[in-house]
């Protein structure tokens, strides 16, 4: 059974910094394609950033420049280091996994992805 745990939110405020992490419990993480997507009140869910088994990354128009996505195999663990924060990335951030659907190129889109954590929330007062 996969579990995806994310930790690291917190309240910050505007061009402030925060890393997410998420600490996956699976056998062959790195056959693995990951993600971060978030989810605002009163907003559907959107992806953030991306990253394949080969370590390529993607990244939603709107955190270019200002998140980056890694992760550590040797740990199972995937993270989203955040910098100069704003008001509108307040929300709660989800990782998500996917082996099945996971092959030489990223996934990027909600329902290519099987297995999510419970989210970790993310606050930014301006």
């Known amino acids: 059974q996969v579990q995806l745990v994310e930790s690291g939110g917190g309240s910050v405020q505007a061009g402030g910094s925060l890393r ?3 600490a996956a419990s699976v ?3 790195t056959r693995y394609c990951m993600g ?3 989810q605002a009140p009163g907003k559907e869910r959107e992806g953030v950033a991306w990253i394949g088994r080969d370590e390529d990354t ?4 709107s955190v270019k420049g200002r998140f980056t996505v890694w992760r550590d195999n040797a740990k ?3 993270y989203l280091q955040m910098n ?3 008001a509108e990335d307040t ?3 989800y990782c998500a996994a996917e ?3 996971c092959r030489w190129y990223l996934l990027r889109e909600q329902a290519d992805f099987a297995y999510w954590g419970q989210g970790t929330q993310v606050t930014v007062s301006s």
Request: include cysteine.
């Open 76 to 78: 199972n663990t995937l």
């Open 27 to 29: 056998y062959t993480y």
């Open 20 to 22: 997410l992490s998420c």
């Open 99 to 101: 082996i099945y659907r």
């Open 36 to 38: 971060w997507f978030r």
């Open 58 to 61: 993607g990244y939603a128009d």
């Open 91 to 93: 929300a709660t951030y």
């Open 84 to 86: 100069n924060l704003k």
